[in-house]
């Protein structure tokens, strides 16, 4: 079986633009493979980045020494979408 594939990820930016814009990861490719063989499609990754702040109430507002009641943390985090394809040849009875 020969087959085209064209697969898409979309997801919309961060930001605050009007409309917002839209982040698009594409994989195309042609792949030939026997019937009932099951194909895995990958490299279209993800990666969402996020900062938070936690800080002692009052202490954390005040100026320069608030700094030393604040904790700012930063974290990441990858994903890979994998698609299986198994495509399978349908036979048609005629009676």
């Known amino acids: ?9 979309d997801s919309v930016a961060s930001g605050t633009g009007s409309p917002p814009a839209i982040n698009t990861n594409q994989v195309t490719t042609r792949v030939l493979v ?4 099951t194909i895995v499609l990958g490299g279209v990754f993800r990666e969402e980045t996020a900062m ?6 009052f202490l954390g507002d005040i100026p320069y020494l608030g700094r030393l009641f604040k904790r700012t943390k930063r974290s990441s985090r ?3 979408l994998l698609i299986f394809i198994t495509p399978k040849i349908l036979e048609e009875n005629f009676e």
């Open 1 to 9: 079986i020969n087959m085209h594939l064209d697969i898409r990820q």
């Open 34 to 37: 026997n019937d009932g063989g």
């Open 52 to 57: 938070s702040e936690s800080k002692t109430p």
């Open 78 to 80: 990858r994903t890979e």
